[in-house]
């Protein structure tokens, strides 16, 4: 039995969850298996390092990747493949035509913000089935989490401004273009041009027109007038199919035939050019015709960066439209997210490579405010402590295999975005080189850390 | 019916797919459709600038977007949503009900290697199904066409020594896990992690061990033991959970009793670290002690300018796994792949807006070879042109919908990848800043386009 309403969009059918795998986590469960190695472990998954120019992270991708875990199987096909490669026994495949995924994951919630080296997720149980969880939660994960990130930052930069996603035909597939609508709309974006998406997750549906439009009458402003009769009190013109300024007087000429109509266009798109003085001339054409209402948007190449400049600069740009940049977080199109096994049967365990060592044990984050309901300081810590102060960010989601707690809505999601951001300074929220929050490790922790770093170093040849 | 011998993998089921469009394809359609406007329209894909250091690119992702144009369908969810928006009129709503996309379209071969400008696919049809066909078809088209130029650029980069695709947690979703290991293997890597993708792509699966397995054992040994205990002929193990050089040496003591029962090790894996230098410190402790079968596998940030160094320092490396700056194409993750109305009801058209000009009129791409063989020049043309010379790019691919070619067979279009880099010089092959390979406009359209500008430019106000 799920919690949810409705069954979730699983990414893949449930019976292929299970091959979504890299090879070796399925070898190394033959070995376990085999070795009769069934010990309980824990895993931890975050991320080593901030990507270029960010202060925080949004998690995104959470209730995904428990789908996914709570569908986790092996369908016949997917047996039969895994025999057809003649590296597993007979014993283990028939082990995998009944697994299910019997772990427990405790988690940030969808939405949280969350800072280097701190968990967001680990998952504890079987070691086969923690080891088998990898791949596919690090796949969710990670890339929702870059998104959300990199459009919260859009929101941020735009001040108030609403923002649209346009990405669909830039992500990385189908699954990635509704993953980018949720997570910026969990961000904060007011809308998504993707209609799957749209109706998959209740985001409202935005669009203008495509110089297509345009082209395919013979004159622009034949568009325009077919345009706005269609859609008499939804009609957003784009004005650079040949020249911006020439676009922008063949909508004032457009909106005075629908104000004499009774309606009211509702704003106009450029899509090329220098969108600084761009946006101040058509606004001026607009304004000089009485036409203060039409909003003006903006879209082509736009990221925190671009928006940022022109809110600064003053342009009055009313809606920004974002798309490439944002859809595959361009400066960031992955990050250093990693799964690392922490406990072994009941051993805390760890590893030493090179600039790659990890912290072990499971572990709870503390998250700190000030008095004003600032965050004010993170503490990594035992998942076994409990601190006089200081509130646990992680809670326990699935238990043997099963939801504890029903996947967020989004709205909730979204809200809880808004209201971490809100409570995050600005010198962690700034574009450039923001300060980094301050997460220390508690003594427990640290305390275990170095005992087995000890007894490691000791003991390696 | 269909032309392939099984129903192709569609990311969608193919109900949905009419849905996974941007909400202004719909609009434009509903315009479209209340004018009456019916015509003929011809929609041209092409790159406009290379991706940074780009000097060609190999086309993937075409048969996935023709497949998805083929099966292309609003179903009763997607009609009763778009009902719901109350944007449009009952009867475009029945319209969609039974709308499939009824256009022809023109395409590269899966694996054709192409040029900026060029056009890879052309879509011409009725303008509401080509328009239709927009967001879908870039969508699947622009990513994995990135992926499967980077990893040809890593193929080159490797000079022979074969790469494995372990991207899987790193893509952004499963779908592109799915699609990078196809685009890398038409692109000739060897192998991939990802088990799913094995198996629908019939890509040889492949794997060694992770941390995490080390770490569950009591000792680094232990973990080699039991996992060539249950692997004998095909044990990578890998060195850096602890310590490298130390790893090596109890490799070399697994690897002994291994030949002692019969068995050869397959290969160890170096995951950290200076790559140059460590391989060469384990090649040598292998090589002493007479395992010099054992191959040395490298992974961990691997792209194709770390594999040059690699290789051209001379590191004794004889296998690369390359995942993450791979599977997002890091460098490059998106490009600037545009999806142009070219022609209308039999009438050429172009826009104009600043720095985005198009080429007017359907066209095709003749290429041209030196005796050689090895390839000279690309005209860009009408494709009503039937010139002397230049072998014609673009084939037809749909007709009214339907295949009349079958899909490329993933080996075809793997060879076919590797016949086009064989003839492209090196020149424009280089990592860094290659040469552009000459590409030129047929005199038929270099014509037009000056004719219609000039239509254009005079006719605007």
């Known amino acids: 039995m799920t919690l949810s309403s409705q069954p979730p969009y699983l990414p893949l059918p449930a019976g292929e969850i299970g091959l979504l795998t890299d090879l070796y986590e399925l070898t190394m ?3 376990y298996f085999s070795e009769g190695i069934a010990g309980g472990a824990t895993f931890s998954m975050y991320v080593r390092e901030y990507p270029p120019d960010r202060g925080y992270l949004v998690a995104a991708g959470i209730d995904d990747a428990l789908d996914c875990l709570e569908a986790l199987s092996f369908d016949t096909d ?7 490669t003649g590296i597993f026994t007979a014993d283990f495949l028939e082990y995998l035509r009944d697994f299910r995924f019997t772990g427990s994951v405790r988690a940030m919630p969808e939405g949280s913000l969350f800072f280097a080296h701190e968990p967001v997720l680990e998952v504890t149980g079987p070691v086969i089935a923690a080891q088998l969880a990898e791949t596919i939660v690090m796949n969710q994960v990670q890339y929702q989490t870059l998104l959300a990130t990199k459009s919260a930052r859009c929101v941020d930069a735009a001040r108030g401004r609403p923002i649209a996603d346009f990405a669909a035909r830039r ?6 273009s509704l993953k980018m609508a949720r997570a910026s709309y969990l961000a904060g974006f007011g809308a998504t041009s993707n209609v799957l998406a749209a109706r998959r997750y209740g985001i409202p549906p935005t669009g203008t027109m495509a110089h297509s439009y345009i082209t395919s009458f013979d004159s622009e402003i034949e568009a325009f007038r077919a345009y706005s009769r269609m859609f008499p009190d939804r009609s957003i013109l784009l004005l650079d199919t040949y020249d911006t300024v020439n676009g922008a007087h063949a909508a004032v ?3 005075r035939e629908m104000e004499s109509d009774g309606h009211r266009l509702t704003g106009v798109r450029l899509d090329s050019g220098d969108f ?6 058509v606004r001026r054409i607009l304004d000089d015709a009485g036409l203060n209402y039409v909003r003006i948007v903006a879209s082509g190449g ?3 960066y671009a928006i940022d400049r022109l809110v600064s600069a003053g342009a009055p740009i009313d809606m920004f439209g974002v798309g490439t940049r944002v859809g595959v977080s361009a400066d960031a199109p992955s990050c250093d997210m990693v799964y690392k096994m922490v406990s072994y049967n009941g051993r805390p365990v760890m590893k030493l490579s090179e600039g790659k060592e990890s912290l072990p044990a499971a572990k709870q984050v503390f998250r700190h405010h000030d008095p004003q309901g600032m965050m004010s300081a993170d503490v990594i810590g035992l998942s076994t402590e409990t601190p006089s102060s200081g509130e646990p960010m992680l ?3 699935l238990h043997d295999g099963r939801r504890v707690i029903p996947p967020s809505a989004i709205a909730d999601a979204r809200q809880h975005v808004a209201d971490g951001l809100s409570r995050l300074s600005p010198a962690h929220r700034r574009l450039r080189q923001p300060d980094h929050f301050p997460v220390s490790i508690s003594e427990e922790l640290s305390l275990l850390e170095s005992q087995i770093r000890g007894r490691l170093t000791a003991a390696v040849p």
Chains 1, 2 share one sequence.
């Open 29 to 31: 469960a033959q070995s």
């Open 78 to 84: 997917s047996i039969e493949y895994l025999r057809s």
């Open 171 to 176: 992500t990385h597939g189908s699954e990635a």
């Open 253 to 255: 000429k457009v909106a």
């Open 276 to 281: 600084d003085a761009l946006s101040r001339q």
């Open 302 to 304: 736009l990221d925190e």
């Open 395 to 397: 809670a326990l989601a």
